[in-house]
């Protein structure tokens, strides 16, 4: 199990074999599996945190850096943004979504 500074570290970049999509607001993830993934919050509606995220993982940003990027956009608390944007990458990175 990796730590958050760890993943604060990574690089992301799209996974190879997936594509996200953006649809009235809502991203979709679509995996190697099969897998259909939406991005939106836990009440169903569309997230625009997370598809801030998706929009600034390009493979030359690291987590931290999309940590910071959200910081300035968003009124969130530098740590909680931190740990919070590791978590959905690594979720991400999980899904197939996304590779480090």
Same mark, same amino acid.
């Given at each position: %199990? !990796? !730590?958050?500074?760890?993943?604060?570290?990574w690089?992301?970049? *799209? +996974?190879?074999?997936?594509?996200? #999509?953006?649809?009235?607001? !809502?991203?979709?993830? @679509?995996? /190697?599996? #099969?897998?259909? +993934?939406?991005?939106?919050? @836990? =009440?169903?509606?569309?997230?625009?945190?997370?598809?801030?995220?998706?929009?600034?993982?390009?493979?030359?940003? =690291?987590?931290?850096?999309?940590?910071?990027? *959200?910081?300035?956009?968003?009124?969130?608390?530098?740590?909680?943004?931190?740990?919070?944007? /590791?978590?959905?990458?690594? %979720?991400?990175? #999980?899904k197939?979504?996304?590779?480090?």
């Amino acid at each position: %199990m !990796t !730590t958050v500074d760890e993943r604060l570290s990574w690089v992301p970049r *799209l +996974h190879p074999e997936a594509g996200i #999509q953006a649809v009235q607001g !809502t991203v979709w993830a @679509a995996t /190697a599996d #099969q897998g259909l +993934h939406s991005l939106d919050d @836990a =009440s169903g509606a569309p997230n625009p945190v997370a598809a801030r995220i998706v929009e600034l993982v390009d493979g030359k940003r =690291s987590v931290g850096d999309i940590a910071s990027v *959200l910081c300035e956009e968003f009124e969130v608390e530098p740590r909680r943004c931190a740990e919070e944007t /590791a978590a959905f990458v690594s %979720m991400l990175v #999980q899904k197939k979504v996304l590779v480090r």
